[in-house]
């Protein structure tokens, strides 16, 4: 018992000095990918805090810019049209001054997105398992993609086509099935170690 005790307090310890660590802002934006539901807006407005940087959401400014929500677009104009006006507003962001951006679970998709997050950023892929990703989604009926059949039949062809891509993205992370300070704490350290064994590749901004 006291074994227990013990090495519960040193954890906590661990974790206290771990997250009282300095995090050294880094040089690019913090570009959070992945799946809907996997959490990128509600970890990134906490990771910019931690960051001390702004926060962006990749799909607000597309709204904004399009004067349409995001589901009226896919439905009066379509995906290919979306997917155009995605791919301007990521790039006119990331030529910006350095943030934390969250971006739509196709973004990374694209290939000429991709590229200019690998050029102008650093990538975190929040990966998450269908049961989670599905109890999430569900909460929100706006999610133009899941309005064509079974959520969870959609959501599983998602993970397998998007998956493999997901995983090109600098750190990956998963995403937990609780208090979103533990997926937090989760980036925090994976970025720590990114900076720490890529200091030169990960600090430079890019040249573009």
Known sequence: MKIDAFNAEGDKAERAATDGAALRMPARSVV?????GAG????????????NLPFIDAD??????????????FQRHGEPYFRSGERRVIARLLDGPPHVLATGGGAFMDVQTRAHIRRRGISIWLRADLDLLLARVTRRDNRPLLKEGDRRAILAALIEQRHPVYAEADIVVDSIDGPPELTLADVVSALKRYLAAAPTAAGEAASG
């Open 32 to 36: 959070l990918v992945g799946l809907m």
């Open 40 to 51: 990128k807006s509600n970890i990134g407005r906490r990771l910019a805090g931690r960051l």
């Open 60 to 73: 607000s400014e597309i709204e904004a810019a399009a004067g349409e929500t995001i589901e009226e677009i």
